[in-house]
C-alpha cells in the first residue's frame, strides 16, 4: 500500500514537472529564436557576402534590418526580399562608407523607417592587396576611408540613437592582430585600428549600457576572398583547420554578441579564423 501512494506520487510529480519543463522550453526555444525580437539593426555592406548572412541571421532571430550597399542595388534588394519573407522589415540604402555624409544619412533613415536603432554592424570594408611599395595614395586612402573613418563616423550617428543594450559590432580581421602573408600591409593597419577603436569607445559607453566588440574573420569565402583564388592558398595553409569558412560562420557569432546573452561581453575582439591566429 505504501509503496503503491509512492508510485503515484512520483508518477503525479512526474506528470506535473515533465509538464512545466516542457512549457519552459517551450518558451526558452521560443525566446531563444526570437531573442532579437522588437530591435533594429544596421548593416553597413549588407547587400553580398558576410554583411548580407549577417543581415539575413539577425532577422531570423527577431531584428528588423538595415543594409547599405554602393553599387549592387539588385542584389541589396534580393536581401530585403529575403528578410521579408521571414515576417520581418527590411530596407536597402544606398550609402558609400567612404562617403561621411551618406553614412550619417543611412543612420539617420534608418532610425525614421524602423523606428530605432539598436544593433550597429559596421560591416562594409575592402582590400586592395599589393605590395607596400606599389599601394598608391588613392588606394591607401580609399581602404583608411571604408575600413576606419565609415567605422567612426556611422558609429558616431548610431550611438545619438542608442539606449541601454546596444550594440556596436565591428568586422574587423584576423590580420588585424597577426599578418601570416604579404600584401596587406593598408589592411591589416585598418583592422588593427578598428580593434582599438572597439577597446577604446567600450570604456566610454559601458555606463550607458552599450557593448562595443571587435569580431575578426580569417578566410571567409567570399567575392573579396574566394576560396579559389590567386590568394587563397595561402590563407587556407595558414588555418589550423585547413580550409575557408562560411560566412554563416562570422554571421552565428555576430548574433551571439549581439544578443543579450552576450550583455557582459565588451571592448572584446572575437576571432572566428579556423585558427589562423592560433
Ligand atoms: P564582399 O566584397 O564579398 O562584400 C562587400 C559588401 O560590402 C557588399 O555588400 C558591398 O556592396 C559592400 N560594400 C563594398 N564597398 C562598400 C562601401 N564603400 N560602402 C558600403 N558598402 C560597401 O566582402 P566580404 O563579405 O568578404 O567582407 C565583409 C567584411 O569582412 C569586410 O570588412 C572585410 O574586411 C571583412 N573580412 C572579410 C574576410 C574574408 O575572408 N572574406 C576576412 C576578414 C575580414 P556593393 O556590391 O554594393 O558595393
Redesign the pocket.
Known sequence: MEQSCFLIRISKFCIEYSGSTKNEVKGQEKTMAKKLQGKTALI?????????AIAKRLAEDGANIA???????D??AAVVKDIERTGRKAIAI?????DANAVKAAVEKTVATLGALDVLV??????IPKTFEETTLEELNLVID??VR?TFVATQAALKHMNKGGRIIT?????GERILTPGLVP?AAT?GAVKMFTQGLSREVGDRGITVNNI??????????PAEGEWAAP?KAATALHR??H?ED?ASLVAFVASPEASYITGASLTV?GGTNA
Not at 544606398?94 to 567612404?98: I, N
Not at 568586422?171 to 590580420?175: E, H, Q, Y
Open positions: 553597413t555592406g549588407g547587400s553580398r557576402g558576410i554583411g548580407a543594409i547599405t550597399y554602393t553599387k549592387g542595388a542584389a541589396a544606398q550609402a558609400d562608407a567612404a559596421n560591416n562594409a570594408g575592402t582590400a571604408i575600413n565609415g568586422i574587423g580581421s584576423c590580420a589592411y583592422k575578426q574573420p580569417g578566410p571567409i569565402d567570399t567575392d573579396l576572398n590563407q575557408y569558412g560566412v562570422v579564423d
